[in-house]
């Protein structure tokens, strides 16, 4: 696929980040990539079959170049001239064979992470003493250090930061649901207190109503002991009277 830019279909003052990925280059460039991006910080330029450099236009504040899968074996002096800015510079899966070819980098004095990953370089014996030698300014080379400790990416720096920012807010302002948790306790305690105290009244008035029963019960009970012994006392007066009544009906 072969891609040309153009001022009409693209702002280009405005660009900050490019991708031409894929693409196909024409005579060792992609037409309308000019100086005229000049607010460019990220091109991706990767597997479009560069052989070169040398029509790459002056980006200066270009700091991260990826560049991996071509055909590039030599010319990298261009980029300190052209992007003199360059922290990140990715060159893997080209043709750079020895160190003569990387020595060139020498004047990239902000590169701070270079991939040569997968380039017959790599195959050289002390590969990584010899790059970290050579560029004292680098920090990363294919994506480890001098001591082997891995490289952290850039967007998860970036979610880093955004994360930091996030727990000072939340600090200043304090926990977010803090004061609402303990407003729903606080109506939790209070609802089960009036909850506990209905019961507490309720098993009360049942055990009052219970004993209240008893009583009328046991009163119940009672009274009708007494009528019964009022009515025995009532049969016994009467059989007193009977034997009074007879005898006095035989002297009459």
Do not use: H, W
Not at 15 to 31: A, M
Not at 199 to 226: A, C, H, P, R, T
């Amino acid at each position: 696929m072969l891609i040309k830019l153009t001022n009409d279909s693209l702002s280009c003052s405005k660009v900050t980040e490019l991708v031409l990925d894929n693409c196909r280059s024409s005579n060792g460039e992609i037409e309308g990539l000019n100086d005229s991006f000049k607010e460019l910080e990220f091109l991706s330029m990767a597997n479009v079959e560069l052989t070169s450099l040398a029509k790459l236009p002056t980006l200066s504040k270009l700091r991260k170049l990826e560049l991996s899968d071509n055909i590039i074996s030599g010319g990298l002096e261009v980029l300190a001239e052209r992007c003199p800015n360059l922290t990140y510079l990715n060159l893997s899966g080209n043709k750079i064979k020895d160190l003569g070819t990387v020595e060139a980098l020498q004047n990239l004095k902000n590169l701070k992470s270079l991939d040569l990953f997968n380039c017959e370089i790599t195959n050289l014996e002390d590969y990584r003493d010899s790059i970290f030698e050579l560029l004292q300014q680098i920090t990363y080379l294919d994506g480890f250090d001098q001591e082997d400790n891995e490289a952290p990416d850039s967007e998860d720096d970036d979610d880093e930061g955004d994360e930091d920012d996030d727990d000072e807010d939340e600090d200043e302002a304090g926990p977010p649901g803090e004061y609402e948790e303990e407003d729903d306790e606080d109506d939790g305690g209070s609802d089960l207190g009036e909850g506990e105290e209905e019961e507490e009244v309720g098993l009360s008035y049942l055990m009052k109503e219970e004993i209240q029963d008893e009583d009328d019960d046991d009163d119940y009970v009672e009274e009708g002991g007494d009528e019964e012994e009022e009515a025995e006392g009532v049969r016994g007066e009467k059989r007193k009277r009977d034997p009074e009544d007879e005898g006095e009906e035989e002297d009459d």
